[in-house]
Nanobody
Framework: QVQLVESGGGLLQAGGSLRLSCAAS????????MGWFRRAPGKEREAVAR???????QYADSVKGRFTISRDNVKNTVYLQMNSLKPEDTALYYC????????????????????WGQGTQVTVSS
C-alpha cells in the first residue's frame, strides 16, 4: 500500500509559477513511476506528466516546456514545477503511483496507476 499526499496548490495570476509536492509513504517509493494528473471543472481527468523509476520524464503537449516533473527518492517526494501558468491550467491536481516503474508509451492511461492522492487545487486567474 502506498499513501500519497499532495500539497502546494493555490490561487495565483496568469504567468506565475507554483510547485506542487506529493509525499509518498508505504512501499519503497523509488521503484514506482509517478504521475501527475488534473481535472478541470466540467472536464475529465487528464494526464499531465510522468516520471519513471529511473527518472525519465514524459509530458502532455499542453504543458511541455512549462511544467517539470522531478522526484527525490530520499524524501519520497515527487514535484511538479509549473511555470507560465495559464487560466486553462486551473484544475484539481492529483499525483498517482504506478508499480511498473518503466517508461511507457501508454502513460496517460489512468488504469496504470494503482494509488492516488486526494488532490490539490490550482486556480489561475487572468
Amino acid at each position: 500500500q502506498v499513501q500519497l499526499v499532495e500539497s502546494g496548490g493555490g490561487l495565483l495570476q496568469a504567468g506565475g509559477s507554483l510547485r506542487l509536492s506529493c509525499a509518498a509513504s508505504g512501499r519503497p517509493f523509488s521503484f514506482y513511476a509517478m504521475g501527475w494528473f488534473r481535472r478541470a471543472p466540467g472536464k475529465e481527468r487528464e494526464a499531465v506528466a510522468r516520471i519513471s523509476a529511473s527518472g525519465t520524464t514524459q509530458y502532455a503537449d499542453s504543458v511541455k516546456g512549462r511544467f517539470t516533473i522531478s522526484r527525490d527518492n530520499v524524501k519520497n517526494t515527487v514535484y511538479l514545477q509549473m511555470n507560465s501558468l495559464k487560466p486553462e491550467d486551473t484544475a484539481l491536481y492529483y499525483c498517482a503511483a504506478d508499480a511498473n516503474g518503466a517508461l511507457l508509451l501508454g502513460w496517460r492511461d489512468e488504469k496504470l496507476y494503482e494509488y492516488w492522492g486526494q488532490g490539490t487545487q490550482v486556480t489561475v486567474s487572468s
